[in-house]
């Protein structure tokens, strides 16, 4: 055996100059591929822990049934229990709680329909990016009752501005009125036209009180220390609801179940990722197609006399394989590790986008993006090299089981 791997080294470095070129395409392509796949996670962390921000947290417990309809009485009727179950998970960051309510709310000149959401001031700033979004105004501080905060664009549909009165009005929890007329005292924007078109928040103990609530809320909103975290925490607070809940009248929701379009969104992005990947494995292929293809032309007087000594073509094909297998095992080596120094540095460092930093600050993206370096992504790139290249490689190979040695010794 290792009479054939000297052969096979010294079969690659006969031609140098022709072997040193294919590995360092496959080191290319493996490199790029190693920090491009780390760059889309990374992205696509950055854009699912941006948009958790925004509103629905990592997890959410809610009644069952409740995201589908979002009927008023379909709440958690204890919170309080769910907070302790809450409190002995450490993957957890932070956690709050929200009621909602859909009104009628009705500015001087104008009259919409609308998201009436109770939060905790406090708790709420250390969960979500609210507090953060305000454009003008301010926040809702720990003693304030009739107050709100406004979607920018739903004011500007109400022509209302800070210090203007907001009357609302909806059904309680329990089929009254509810009723109120509520001060702005901030406007926000999250980027999400959808949600600043649709959604006012108020302090939850004034929601409460107006919507006779009784301390029910409608969402626990847990925030998790990091997005690989979100798995653990969901089974940690089903296990935990099932042993304080008998009747399984709540559901635990992740950002998946939550924000399906965004996930959507993903799927879309890698897709067409995908095929730009596959064009530059191609672009790749053919060229080591045509290394070894050159390789095989230029021993066929060669293989023209092992044949005619008694190697079998198995023997030949194996040769080939090995070295084919020895070449793309060390542009892929080469290439993850290049690869993984290059991310490295800039999951560290970051990139900043330059020229972009206010279009991304509107959506609470930061202007500066790190690439998450990974097991998958490391194995994903080297993985998808490896296995197109020694497809690539087998064709030449298999040519040489149909040389005959006669026309192998004569061919020019």
Do not use: C
Request: proline share 3%; glycine share 8%.
């Amino acid at each position: 055996m290792s009479i054939e791997i000297k052969m096979v080294w010294r079969n690659i470095w006969r031609n140098p100059r022709r072997s040193i070129l294919t590995i360092l395409a496959i080191v290319f392509a493996t490199m790029l591929l190693v920090f491009m796949l780390s760059w889309q996670f990374g992205s696509y962390d950055t854009m699912i822990n941006t948009a958790v921000k925004v509103h629905t947290g990592h997890v959410q417990v809610q009644a069952e049934g409740y995201r589908d309809r979002m009927d008023i009485w379909l709440v958690v009727p204890d919170p309080d229990a769910v907070s302790r179950i809450l409190g002995d998970i450490p993957e957890i960051e932070a956690y709050t709680v929200r009621a909602n309510a859909f009104t009628l709310v009705s500015s001087e000149d104008r009259t919409y329909g609308v998201l009436l959401i109770g939060i905790d001031p406090e708790k709420e700033a250390k969960v979500s990016t609210l507090q953060k979004l305000i454009r003008r105004g301010e926040y809702l501080g720990e003693n304030d009752s009739n107050t709100a905060l406004v979607g920018e664009l739903l004011a500007e549909n109400l022509k209302a501005d800070i210090g203007d009165e907001l009357v609302i009005l909806g059904q309680g929890r329990d089929g009254s009125v509810a009723a109120s007329v509520l001060t702005v005292k901030g406007i926000f924007s999250s980027g999400e036209d959808t949600f600043d078109r649709r959604s006012i928040h108020m302090p939850l103990e004034y929601f409460q009180e107006v919507f006779s609530m009784r301390g029910a809320v409608h969402e626990v909103v847990v925030l998790g220390r990091s997005l690989d975290d979100v798995e653990t925490i969901k089974e940690k607070l089903e296990r935990g609801i099932r042993i304080v809940d008998d009747h399984k009248a709540m559901a635990v929701l992740d950002w998946m179940d939550l924000m399906p379009g965004l996930v959507q969104s993903i799927k879309m992005d890698l897709v067409s990722a995908l095929i730009m990947y596959a064009i530059l494995i191609i672009v790749v292929a053919f060229s080591i197609l045509n290394t070894f293809l050159m390789a095989i032309f230029e021993r066929t007087r060669e293989f023209g006399v092992l044949l005619a000594m008694g190697t079998t073509p198995g023997r030949l094909m194996r040769f080939l394989i090995f070295e084919s297998v020895t070449i793309t095992l060390i542009g892929i080596i080469m290439g993850i590790i290049f690869g993984s120094l290059v991310t490295w540095y800039f999951q560290v460092h970051g990139i900043v986008i330059s020229g972009a930093s206010e279009f991304l600050s509107q959506y609470g993206l930061p202007e500066r993006m790190y690439p998450k370096l990974s097991i998958l992504s490391i194995s994903v790139g080297a993985g998808i090299v490896l296995v197109i290249t020694l497809l690539t490689a087998l064709y030449p190979a298999l040519k040489v089981r149909r040389l005959k040695p006669v026309e192998a010794m004569t061919a020019a």
